[in-house]
């Protein structure tokens, strides 16, 4: 195999036995390359969402995140990949109504686990958030992301 590609998922399971057979499968030469979506938190209702909900979440359940780059050290600790490229990135928005946005938020990974009456209070805080920054349910919300593209080459 030539290429292998995780899109925003490769620190679910950036560990010795994940890497050892990516190894194994790409032929000398061969690229391993890794995505990722990352939410530009330079609007205040982002930010504060993001501050207030969901990293307390991650803390909170030790799940893995890209943002720890314990995924990059596991790699380039692993001897079986060259150094990890990422100058390639390019912008995306993601454009959602209310229902749609909160929709999206209960798709993260802490929040969709949670039980049916925790759901109900992250979208309440939501919602309050959205109140203290003026947003309301009629508006339109964007989500700008920064498309980060990772890739490295078999040893």
């Known amino acids: 195999m030539h290429a292998v590609i995780a899109a925003q998922s490769f620190h679910w399971f950036a ?9 194994r499968v790409l032929v ?13 938190h330079s ?3 982002l930010e504060e969402m993001y501050e207030e909900v969901v990293l307390p979440l991650y803390k909170q359940s030790k799940t893995p995140r890209k943002q720890s780059c314990e ?7 692993s001897g079986k990949f060259g150094p990890i490229n990422s ?3 390019f912008k995306m928005d993601q454009t959602f109504n209310f229902d749609e946005l909160i929709g999206r938020i209960m798709s993260i ?3 969709a ?3 049916k009456e925790e759901k109900q209070i992250i979208i309440d805080r939501v919602k309050l958030i959205l109140s203290k920054h003026n947003k309301q349910e009629k508006d ?6 920064t498309v980060q593209i990772y890739w490295c080459q078999r040893t």
């Open 43 to 45: 609007l205040p209702w």
């Open 15 to 23: 560990n010795d036995k994940s890497i050892s057979e990516i190894h």
């Open 28 to 40: 000398p030469g061969g690229k391993l390359g890794l995505i990722w979506n990352v939410r530009d």
């Open 109 to 111: 990974s802490v929040i």
């Open 87 to 89: 100058e390639e990135s």
């Open 113 to 115: 686990v949670l039980s």
């Open 71 to 77: 995924w990059e050290n596991i790699l380039s600790a």
């Open 140 to 145: 339109m919300f964007i989500i700008p992301y």
